[in-house]
């Protein structure tokens, strides 16, 4: 009989806000230690949370991009444990009347398009960091992370795989990037994953025993632990045992998950009303003012690509996992370049390009426009596609016009039947053993004297002329 | 001097009532010799009174509860754990009080975070009655009443959550205000249960509390639950009179038990308020009774959470041990008895299963508590009830039995619990003891128990 697995998943996002969720300090990764904290993020006694509403609306962007049901009033709570790391010996998060829920996301899993639920969304208050190199003997504790804001999502127990939990998180990542509701850095840990599973008969409609893993900020080491898990679990059971409840640590440099301590995991977290601030209040026409300003989401716009502009299913998913890529290439689109070749450019020199500047589409100095332009003069003969990947990295190193670029280092393409023989003869002179293959019989050669021939040009000779010349000169000899 | 026929400037706030201002030097002489009340917990250097603003309280003294944030003198909760401490930043009333020209003349003493209601629970000993020395001033702002008592300054500001500005006041023969929840910001008031905590002000006369009020109150962004509200003149407010005013007399707040003498003297008022121009009449508040376990359901759920913090990491006391548990074991037995005592019962009452039993039952009968009030007022303008069962108790009495201790809080509670404000003015005295009448009004109804307390402040003016 095959064994399944039953997951969930909660992902901690750390929101795109400027300042912390309940005061004026700005929410910054790295800098000094407790450099950028104040008396009501570090808990100090008498200060007072106050709610920074700009943080309501990107979490209102989340929660909308997931479908949720927004609820117009939300409740801060206070959930309770002791660590160093959390200076009011409490966090404030939304515990009975979250912010959202019930929402879906679908994304291409292992088995076709898969639907998972969201239970909830809701908004918290992050805890500093412990420092375990910094002190001889003792750790220092850094809180300029303290009360910056994250969102909560719970899924419901719909994934199947370790493998589908690892694409489902990448669809949510690229969700929340495209909203812009966070930068999804991983380094940085603006995304954390704890899963819950465990393992029943295939088909079986009880759930069995599950355990948590806490604590893991890479999608790759969330299916490496999760994968670990079940193979656990399914030998535990498969030995005739139980499956014990416990909470494990994954530990990313070992591979492996450790169980923690009992007392860790009896948290009886004690959770009330915060009574320092208001609840939530939202109303329809903030709703609506969000879900107009949403973009279209990734997947929707990646099937309109192919529809609309008939791209392979390649191109318009690359395309599309970036905002930043879709943009560039349908303002490329909107000044008349063939869509196909748009997306080549994109996806090719362009992102060749960012890869190796380290930018992105809306970083690169090289705009739409001048694309447009150097794609025009390549349709025009004026210069060969491979000259014009030149053109491209000096583009971006020193801005101007393609045309004047092309001028001013003389990258024309060479149309002069002239010079364009000289340079047909001098590369057949030179390379007889090709010729001879060429001539018995092996005509795929030809590629690679017609490379010879812009290589002797330059670049700049035109690419047709110089095939048509190569096959005169050795049909007629 | 005739208060109903003038509005009087600051200057005349300050010579009123005859006994003259003391010094720096005045009180700490007072304090330091054998006739001390330890009513500081500190008092000001002369270089630390900052130059201040002109306003209504220009070169005023004023004294602060211990639990309010200052930068230049320590704010101890009158704790062990906060010993010492300084806080690096100011509470907002304290910034309003400078701005009206207030100099802080020192720290008074409390008990321990609030908790409590006769200053015995202070870490730094416990308060005497400038009355009676060997009777409570009250608490938990019993520091505060005691130096406004004994004329070391007229006016301090206190904190209430259960009665702990009113209580003190009428023990020790002053006026104390508590406002309604979200009139004062609470910014720099180390919480003890957040939703009931208020400052409060104490003054030797309504005149001086009410004006003391008004320079405090007011909306301020740093605190979510202050509200955006205008401040009334409160100070016009005590010389307004009370004609045509519908005094409540809530029947629950007038028990059996209560001593025949106590019962006298309220009856007075009563009568006291009629000549002034009122109607008095009985009205119910059914769910009185339960205010009391409601409240110490709710407030040790909350102080629980409040007083998390004092951890011993980032400031205060913190006793060194090996491993971090240990740290926080021996840093947390440096709170005091009913500290702890209360720590516990809202540990115990917020925890998983006993939630809904306790808090939420004590959410609901809160909810019942202010919609007593709210339907009170449909009728009458104010409330009129003592502030306490008794005049103030002996030193020691009840310090062993602290369900004695919570009922001294019986009449009080219940403003807490519905945020609206609350008053106490001296009403004569039980065998030389000052006795206290409370005034309770609606949300924002501070003008009317101002100006019921100024009628009947007039009125025993009047007898002497
Ligand atoms: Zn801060």
């Known amino acids: 009989m095959n064994w399944e697995a039953v997951i969930g998943v909660e992902i901690h996002v750390r929101l795109k806000s400027e300042y912390k969720l309940f005061c004026s300090d700005r929410a910054v990764f790295g800098g000094e230690p407790n450099t950028h904290i104040c008396p009501v993020c570090i808990g100090l006694p008498g200060a007072l949370p106050v709610l920074n509403s700009e943080i309501v609306d990107l979490a209102l962007r989340t929660a909308l991009a997931f479908g949720c049901t927004i609820h117009f009033e939300s409740v801060w709570a206070r959930k309770s444990y002791f660590y160093p790391d959390l200076p009011k010996g409490y966090q404030i998060t939304q515990f009975e009347h979250p912010l959202a829920t019930k929402g879906s996301v679908t994304f291409p899993g292992s088995k076709g398009d898969t639907s998972v639920k969201i239970r909830r969304v809701h908004i918290e208050e992050d805890a500093g960091k412990l420092l375990h190199d910094r002190v001889p003997r003792a750790s220092a504790i850094d809180l300029n992370r303290a009360g910056t804001a994250l969102v909560e999502i719970v899924t419901e127990p719909d994934l199947r795989t370790a493998a589908d939990v690892r694409l489902f998180l990448g669809e949510l990542k690229q969700t929340l990037e495209y909203v812009g509701a966070s930068n999804c850095n991983m380094e940085e840990g603006d995304l954390r994953v704890d899963a819950n599973v465990s393992v029943r008969r295939s088909g079986s409609p009880r759930l069995g025993n599950k355990t948590e893993i806490k604590n893991v900020n890479s999608f790759s080491g969330v299916e490496r632990a999760l994968s670990l898990e079940i193979a656990r679990q399914i030998a535990t059971l498969e030995a005739g045992s139980v499956v014990g409840q416990q909470t494990l640590r994954w530990d990313d440099h070992r591979e492996e998950l450790r169980k923690m301590r009992s007392k860790e995991e009896s948290h009886d977290y004690r959770y009330f009303p915060e009574p320092d601030l208001s609840p939530v209040r939202v109303t329809q026409e903030q709703v609506t003012t969000v879900l107009e300003s949403l973009p279209e989401l990734p997947r929707v716009r990646c099937s309109r690509f192919k529809k609309v502009y008939e791209l392979r299913d390649y191109d318009a998913e690359v395309l599309t996992q970036s905002a930043a890529n879709a943009d560039y290439f349908e303002e490329l689109v909107g000044i008349h370049i063939d869509p196909q070749v748009a997306a080549k450019w994109v996806v090719g020199p362009l992102q060749g390009l960012m890869n190796q500047r380290r930018e992105n589409a809306q970083t690169v100095p090289v705009r739409p426009a001048q694309i447009a332009a150097l794609i025009g003069l390549i349709e025009r003969g004026v210069v060969s596609e491979s000259a014009a990947k030149s053109v491209l990295v000096i583009l971006a190193q020193e801005g101007g016009s393609p045309s004047d670029i092309i001028e001013a280092r003389g990258l024309m393409q060479e149309q002069d039947i002239g010079q364009l023989t000289s340079w047909v003869t001098e590369v057949l002179a030179k390379r007889s053993e090709e010729v001879a293959r060429y001539r018995g019989g092996e005509s795929k050669i030809l590629g690679y004297l017609v490379g010879q021939v812009m290589q002797s040009s330059g670049g700049t000779a035109d690419p047709r002329l110089a095939r048509d010349l190569l096959i005169k000169q050795l049909r007629n000899e | ?464």
């Open chain 2, 1 to 464: 001097m005739s208060l109903q026929d003038k509005v009087l400037s600051s200057s005349e706030v300050l010579n009123f009532g005859g006994s003259g201002f003391r010094s720096l030097d005045d009180i700490k002489e007072l304090e330091g010799g054998r006739e001390g009340l330890n009513a500081f917990l500190a008092v000001a250097e002369p270089e630390d009174l900052e130059a201040c603003g002109q306003g209504p309280l220009e070169g005023v003294m004023v004294a602060l509860k211990d639990n309010i944030c200052t930068k230049r003198l320590p704010t101890t909760c009158g704790s062990r754990i906060l010993k010492g401490y300084r806080s690096p930043y100011e509470a907002t009333v304290v910034r309003r009080l400078r701005r009206a020209g207030a100099l802080i003349a020192g720290k008074t003493n409390l008990d321990e975070f609030g908790m409590g209601s006769s200053t015995e629970n202070s870490a730094f000993g416990p308060t005497l009655n400038p009355v009676d020395r060997s009777l409570v001033p009250g608490g938990s702002s019993g520091g505060s009443a005691a130096a406004v008592a004994a004329g070391y300054v007229r006016m301090a500001l206190g904190s209430d959550t259960g009665g702990s500005v009113r209580q003190p006041a009428a023990f020790c023969g002053v006026v104390g205000i508590k406002p309604t929840y979200g009139r004062i910001s609470r910014y720099g008031l180390i919480a003890f249960a957040s939703s009931l905590d208020q400052i409060g002000t104490i003054g030797a006369t309504v005149l001086e509390a009410s004006l003391l009020l008004e320079v405090v109150s007011g909306h301020d962004t740093r605190d979510s639950t202050s509200a955006e509200k205008p401040v009334p003149r409160y100070r016009d407010a005590a010389v307004q009179g009370i004609e045509g005013m519908v005094v409540g007399i809530p029947t629950e707040y007038f028990p059996e038990q209560l001593d025949p003498p106590v019962r006298a003297l309220l009856d007075d008022a009563c009568e006291r308020l009629v000549a002034a121009g009122a109607e008095v009449r009985p009205v119910s508040l059914p769910h009185t009774e339960f205010a009391i376990p409601c409240y110490y359901v709710l407030a040790t759920a909350e102080a629980s959470s409040n007083l998390a913090r004092y951890d011993g990491v980032r400031f205060g006391a913190r006793l060194p041990a090996e491993g971090l548990d240990r740290m926080y074991e021996l840093t947390r037995g440096n709170f005091g008895a009913e500290v702890k005592r209360r720590i516990m019962l809202g540990t115990y009452v917020l925890s998983s299963g006993y939630y809904d039993a306790y808090y939420g039952t004590a959410q609901r009968t809160r909810a019942s508590i202010a919609h007593d009030f709210t339907a009170a007022f449909n009728e009458v303008d104010v409330l009129f009830t003592p502030t306490s069962p008794t005049p103030a108790f002996p030193l020691g009495e009840r310090v062993l039995d602290p369900v004695a201790m919570y009922l001294s809080d019986v009449f009080t509670v219940t403003a807490n619990l519905a945020g609206i404000p609350g008053l106490s003015v001296p009403i004569g005295t039980v065998g030389g003891l000052p006795l206290g009448g409370q005034l309770l009004g609606p949300w924002w109804g501070e003008s009317h128990i101002i100006a019921a307390a100024g009628a009947l402040e007039a009125s025993y003016r009047e007898d002497t």
